[in-house]
């Protein structure tokens, strides 16, 4: 019999060298056959998208099933569809005008940390990134979604050998203890974690020793501007907030909305199914929403507006969509000012957009640094001023957070990792894809040699002391190379200027000589010179 901790170090450590002599041979697939390898996984993954979502639901009891058949089939389909023709093996750029070539190269294994609020679309879309970059992967799924995440895990490992993908290419932990994620990311076998989950996860990943690129917490303002379509502002709010029940990090945490339009914006979130919280109410809910270390309730993740009330201590009508609570303050004790991975939200209103400005600011100072922030507007100039100063990589504008921040409502990078940048104390921000699990080898082709690098030594002297006399010189040279010889100036017996006859007199004399015995040289000289060489030399 092995302790259970010396044995999930021995597993782990059996599927780091598994997946590199994997590596080894998948790293010698062509682009098409590393295509068809994703390909199969997609199709497989999309296949058992109901499945797994429910399997999901069941065991962690966060968000809504129907949804994270949604997440599902993203994570699978429409991540594929976008990575697809992206060039990732072999040579991937050839630019034959500046001679510079670009090779991908893959890194080699890949540790990721799995997150229990979304678990089998977090394996679907980081199997296929890290495979068609020409990797191999181990996931570590959270011990609270173990059930589904090795089911999500046998799904695109079964595609992967059909497909032809050497055994080992993508595999996952199955004895889940804290030793054996430790020993995956410290390996010296393992080149990179990608890491999603809750913060103390992330923070033990960069400990480790090891490259990784993670996600970030969210806090995400949603500011409704003046000039919105504010109908359509709450609504996509709403959709997003109440998306899987809150559990994407993009999605909205505050809304703010100016002064002006308050009253509107208020009746239309009642109209939406909104519920506004009593002071008693929002203080009961405060009290639940963050443990006493501040951190995330896990109890109230994923929850629906009315079970999130039921639990506070309050009823509300069960068709509730969110829960919104007034605020004026901001602080790391005040949960409405924090992310919140439930259907509520925070609520402040400002005199203006200046002021409301200041008021994200604040939000995201508080949390969620590097991250998300969406604009409700019709007017661009609002957008640019919040493009050019906010501290977030994801900038929305008249969108759901939760599904814009992804890349299903925009075009950004279909993604389930969203990096914060170092703003958020991450090391990129990007919405990860293949591309970021790639090392890049230049290969460039010389096109100026070391003297076009190096001032003429020739001119030196007259740059020092006779520019502008050297200019005209060379002036009259140029000219000189388009006429006949016998028209240059300098046969014509023109004097010249003071400053070439004194600061210039070295560089040309080779005539001065004949000067004296023939005065003006012309052709009839130059032909008696011809004549006097000729007879000397026969003599």
């Keep these: 019999m092995f302790d259970r901790d010396l044995e999930s170090i021995q597993a782990a450590r059996n599927l780091v060298k598994k997946a590199k002599a994997a590596q080894s041979t998948f790293a010698k697939f062509t682009q098409e056959q590393v295509n068809n390898v994703i390909e199969a996984i997609a199709l497989e993954a999309e296949a058992h998208s109901e499945e797994l979502a429910k399997l999901a639901h069941t065991e962690t009891g966060f968000g809504r099933w129907q949804d994270k058949i949604t997440k599902n089939i993203f994570a699978s389909k429409h991540v594929y569809e976008h990575i697809r023709d992206i060039k990732t093996i072999g040579i991937i750029s050839d630019d034959n005008i500046n001679k510079i070539m670009e090779v991908g190269v893959p890194l080699g294994v890949i540790t990721a940390l799995v997150p229990s609020t979304n678990p089998t679309s977090t394996i679907f879309y980081k199997t296929l990134i890290a495979l068609k970059s020409g990797n191999a992967i181990i996931f570590?799924?959270?011990?609270?979604?173990?059930?589904?995440?090795?089911?999500?895990?046998?799904v695109v490992k079964r595609a992967a050998a059909k497909a032809g993908a050497p055994d080992g290419i993508v595999d996952g932990v199955s004895l889940l203890t804290m030793q054996a994620t430790e020993t995956l990311m410290k390996?010296?076998?393992?080149?990179?974690?990608?890491?999603?989950?809750?913060?103390?996860?992330v923070r033990a990943a960069y400990a480790s020793g090891t490259p990784t690129i993670s996600g970030g917490p969210g806090n995400g303002p949603a500011f409704i501007e003046r000039s919105a379509d504010i109908h359509q502002a709450v609504k996509d709010i709403i959709t997003s907030k109440t998306f899987d029940n809150g559990v994407i990090c993009a999605s909205e945490q505050s809304i703010i909305a100016e002064k002006c339009i308050y009253n509107e914006v208020r009746t239309e979130l009642l109209q939406q199914g909104a519920y506004f919280l009593s002071e008693d109410e929002s203080l009961k809910l405060a009290n639940l929403l963050l443990r006493p270390n501040g951190m995330i309730n896990p109890e109230?993740?994923?929850?629906?507006?009315y079970e999130v009330a039921k639990r506070a201590g309050f009823n509300v009508a069960v068709q509730t969509t969110v829960l919104v609570s007034h605020q004026t303050t901001v602080s790391k004790q005040n949960p409405y000012s924090r992310e919140k991975l439930c259907p509520v939200l925070g609520f402040y209103i400002e005199d203006n957009w200046h002021s409301a400005c200041d008021r994200v600011l604040e939000l995201l100072q508080n949390e969620g640094m590097g991250h998300t922030l969406v604009i409700h507007t019709?007017?661009?100039?609002i957008v640019r001023e919040f493009a050019l100063e906010k501290p977030v990589f994801r900038i929305l504008v008249n969108t759901p957070a939760a599904l814009g921040g992804i890349g299903a409502t925009t075009s950004i990078t279909p993604a389930l990792t969203l990096g914060c940048g170092a703003l958020g104390g991450g090391s990129s921000s990007d919405n990860v894809g293949p591309l970021n699990l790639l090392n890049i080898r230049k290969v460039g082709y010389g096109i100026r040699t070391v003297e076009d690098l190096t001032p003429n030594s020739k001119e030196q002297p007259c740059l020092s002391q006779c520019n502008q006399s050297c200019d005209s010189l060379n002036t009259s040279i140029t000219q000189s190379s388009k006429t006949s010889i016998f028209e240059d100036p300098r046969f014509l017996g023109k004097p010249a200027s003071e400053n070439q006859q004194t600061s210039c007199k070295a560089v040309d004399d080779r005539f001065g000589a004949?000067?004296?015995?023939?005065?003006?040289?012309?052709?009839q000289h130059v032909e008696d010179l011809i004549e006097r060489v000729f007879n000397n030399s026969a003599s």
């Design 140 to 154: 570590s799924p959270h011990p609270n979604a173990k059930e589904c995440s090795q089911k999500a895990i046998e």
């Design 187 to 201: 390996s010296k076998d393992v080149s990179l974690i990608l890491a999603t989950g809750g913060e103390g996860m």
């Design 300 to 305: 109230l993740v994923g929850q629906s507006a």
């Design 378 to 381: 019709k007017n661009d100039q």
């Design 514 to 523: 004949h000067q004296s015995e023939w005065g003006t040289v012309n052709e």
